[in-house]
Every structure is written in C-alpha cells, then in structure tokens.
C-alpha cells in the first residue's frame, strides 16, 4: 500500500508535536502510516487509544470481548453513562472516531487465542498491551517475539503502576524474562482497587513509548521496567537484564 503524505490541513493540527526539535514532518507521517493493536479497552486502553488518535496514528485496532459496566466509568474515560451494555470497543471507537476522523479505527470483540495472534500481528507495526491477566501478557509477549512486532506493556492496581517496552528487533529483554517473579497472583481492580489517574498515567506513558518506539524518537525504556508508586507521585527504573534461559526471547 503507498504511504499516505500529510496534507496541509494535517501538518497544520499536528504543528505542536512537528515542531519539536528532530521531529518534523517525517515523523509525523510516520504515525500517519502506523498500523497498531491495542489489546484491552479498560483504563489503560482508553488512556493510550486516545493520545495516540489524538497525536495521529493513521490506524488503531481494538480487541476487547467485555461490555461496559458501570463500575468502569471510574477509570475508562472512552466510556460514558450511556455506553453501559455496549462492547467496549464498539463504545471506544465512536469516542476516538469524534476526537480524530482521519484515524481508522477498527475493532474485535472477541478474545484471540494464540495462533489468531500469530497470523494478525505479522501486519502491524506495534502491539500495546493493556490486559488486566497475566495469562494475556505472556501470549502476547510470545507472539510478538515471534513476529518481530514491539510491544509496550502497561498494568495498573491499587496506586501502583508499571511499564516495560520490548523490541524484538534490538534483541531486547522480554516480558517473560520478568513475569516468573510475579507468580501466579491475578489480582483484578475488582478485588484490590485502583486510582482512576494511576491507569491513566500508565496508559499515557504506554502511548509516549509507542511513539518513541515507532519514530526512533528520543530514548526509550527497552531492558527496563518501570515502576509508579502514586502514593508519592515517584518512578523507580530497574534494569532487566535479558535471561539467556527465556523460553521465548532467550
């Protein structure tokens, strides 16, 4: 498919973000070209879905099998009071479809098991993991490094925050390198509780590193896991280093 060019109408609304220093134009075209999945339309989707339409990624993909609940419109800022009953990627799209017409937006409503995973991904050129399981998050770490797809990898519970960018490209390390530490503990936002801007700072982040990732723009957080503690507003970054015994990236 030719690559789309910025018309003059573009360049003029993306202006803000041309204008940074080694930007420019053909970075912008660069989001304008881009192909992403976002897998989850909670807090952490809705937070990412709309900077990233905002900021102009020409398409966006949205997987989520979940209807919107009341209880969700706490945090999920693409949903409002009447989308209750509606998929959320259905109540997401017509949201981003308002902020940013020129962004196509497509959805899935289903739940992708592996090998569905392994055939789409291929024509993408980034994955955002916004899923609430750790189930999901190593599924979608494994096909992505099959596929030589970046991943950004958000979740979010009570005040606490984390993030980790993967680039099978750079032969960086991977969510599986990491995730045994974890257990198997699943906590839900049900159970456990989560501060409505502590997803939203996640997904903003997840969008920031999505396009440093896809721009070669500024230094992104690859070997590195990020943690938020929003009780005192602070990071703390520590270095993964690659596990030569991962199964997957290994």
């Known amino acids: ?14 202006n803000q973000q041309i204008v940074l220093p080694n930007f420019d134009l053909d ?20 937070a990412a879905a709309q900077y990233l339409v905002a900021a102009g990624v020409g398409e966006i993909t949205l997987i989520d099998d979940d209807n919107v609940e009341k209880t969700n419109l706490q945090r999920q800022v693409l949903h409002g009071e009447a989308d209750v009953g509606v998929n959320k990627c259905v109540s997401a799209k017509a949201s981003l479809e308002q902020l940013n017409s020129d962004s196509k937006i497509n959805v899935i ?14 024509s993408l050129d980034l994955v955002l993991d916004c899923t609430d399981n ?16 970046p991943l950004i990898s958000g979740a979010a519970i009570r005040m606490e925050g984390q993030l980790m960018s993967i680039v099978p490209q750079q ?8 995730s045994t530490y974890f257990g198997e503990q699943n906590l839900s936002c049900v159970e456990s509780g989560v501060m409505s801007p502590v997803v ?10 999505a396009i ?26 520590f270095t993964v280093p690659k596990n030569v015994n991962c199964p997957v990236c290994g």
């Not at 409503?109 to 291929?122: A, G, S, T």
């Open 171 to 178: 032969n960086t390390a991977c969510y599986a390198c990491i």
């Open 109 to 122: 409503q289903k739940r992708l098991e592996l090998d569905d995973y392994l055939n789409f991904i291929k």
């Open 1 to 14: 498919m030719p690559q789309q060019i910025l018309t003059t109408d573009q360049a003029m609304r993306y």
């Open 212 to 237: 440093k990732v896809l721009c070669h723009y500024g230094q992104s957080h690859v070997n590195k896991l990020m943690l938020f503690d929003g009780m005192t507003s602070t990071w703390q970054t």
């Open 200 to 209: 939203g700072i996640i997904g903003a982040m997840q969008a920031l590193e």
């Open 27 to 46: 970075k912008q075209e660069i989001l304008l070209n881009a192909k992403i999945l976002i897998v989850g339309v909670g807090g952490l989707g809705c």
């Open 134 to 149: 750790l189930t999901s998050r190593n599924i979608l770490n494994q096909v992505c490094y099959q596929s030589d797809t």
